[in-house]
């Protein structure tokens, strides 16, 4: 054997080491690419997850207010007039629009000796895309008097509620817009009367709507 022979047996040509390395690059990028899209799909469902256990939450939290209702009516600030124990109407988003709900609720723990009620005021109102809870510091209102908000629920592009309204004798059962609810003449049920359920409807951005039905206990 020459030696130009051994040479080329012994090692690998420029053009070799470049398809190799060309390999090799080809393969770094695919595998890079693949684990970008699993971190990205990892993220994603991260995301999704955390947001529907949010809204689960929230739900529950809503569920859980519906079921202490109470038939307690509250002074407004001008300590004259009586608000209903429980009130809801169409979903008014601005700023200074009133809450869709907002009822009379018990069952809250109440810690201390003191005589106490165990009775709040919440609501909850849509506010620039922000499903949120509020609470009222107390039940009868003083001349100022603004409540807490709790920020539940993001990306809520629109809110709907219904009331069922028991029925009586006058009339069978049916959903109305707007509680306090009337009779067929128009006249009010009476503002200390709560609603049979809740029907809550949520168009959630990306995730389509949604539809909930919560019973109101009382």
Request: glycine residues 8%; charged residues 25%; proline residues 6%.
């Amino acid at each position: 054997m020459n030696p130009s022979n051994r040479t080329r047996a012994s090692g690998f040509t420029l053009l070799e080491v470049l398809v190799a390395v060309g390999i090799f690059a080809l393969f770094s990028a695919m595998a890079y690419g693949s684990l970008l899209r699993i971190l990205d799909t990892r993220d994603r469902l991260e995301t999704e997850r955390d947001y529907w256990r949010t809204f689960s939450l929230s739900l529950m939290q809503i569920e859980d207010d519906l079921a202490q209702a109470r038939q307690r009516t509250v002074r407004g600030p001008d300590g004259l007039t009586l608000l209903p124990a429980f009130r809801g109407q169409a979903v008014d988003s601005r700023a200074l629009g009133e809450p869709s709900l907002e009822f009379t609720r018990g069952g809250q723990v109440v810690l201390g000796d003191g005589a106490r009620s165990d009775m709040q005021r919440v609501g909850y109102q849509l506010r620039e895309g922000t499903l949120s809870r509020l609470v009222w510091p107390a039940l009868d209102r003083p001349p100022v008097s603004e409540p807490r908000e709790l920020p539940l629920l993001e990306h809520v592009e629109e809110m709907r509620v219904r009331f069922y309204d028991k029925p009586s004798a006058q009339q069978p059962g049916r959903w109305v817009n707007a509680w306090p609810a009337t009779t067929q003449t128009g006249a009010p049920m009476g503002n200390t009367a709560l609603p049979a359920a809740v029907e809550l409807t949520l168009k959630i951005e990306g995730r389509g709507e949604i539809v909930r039905v919560f019973q109101v206990k009382g």
